[in-house]
């Protein structure tokens, strides 16, 4: 995933870059190499690095930061509630 431990501030802060490192080649080459996997494989690590996010209660910005990397790949799916919700409650506890 990354050099830096899930948890660290510093390696949420750096989600940003990396999401966007990922996202613009895929929309530069329309998601397309020739096996065709760049999109499936980009979303396939946003939607495990929100799965993280959310469990490790990141910050706010990283999970937009993600969701809009995801939409922007054209990942319409939807966060299940009870995942929000538990990362909710860990951030205001």
Not at 60 to 65: C, G, I, S
Not at 76 to 86: G, H, I, L, N
């Amino acid at each position: 995933m990354h050099e830096n431990s899930a948890g660290s501030a510093a390696f949420w802060a750096s989600v940003a870059s990396d999401v966007t490192a990922r996202v613009e080649p895929v929309l530069a080459h329309d998601g397309k190499r020739q096996d065709g996997t760049a999109r499936d494989g980009v979303l396939d690590y946003l939607r495990d690095l929100e799965a993280v996010a959310l469990r490790e209660g990141s910050s706010r910005e990283a999970l937009q930061v993600i969701a809009s990397g995801r939409r922007l790949l054209g990942d319409r799916s939807e966060v299940a509630p009870d995942a929000v919700a538990r990362a909710v409650r860990t951030t205001l506890v």
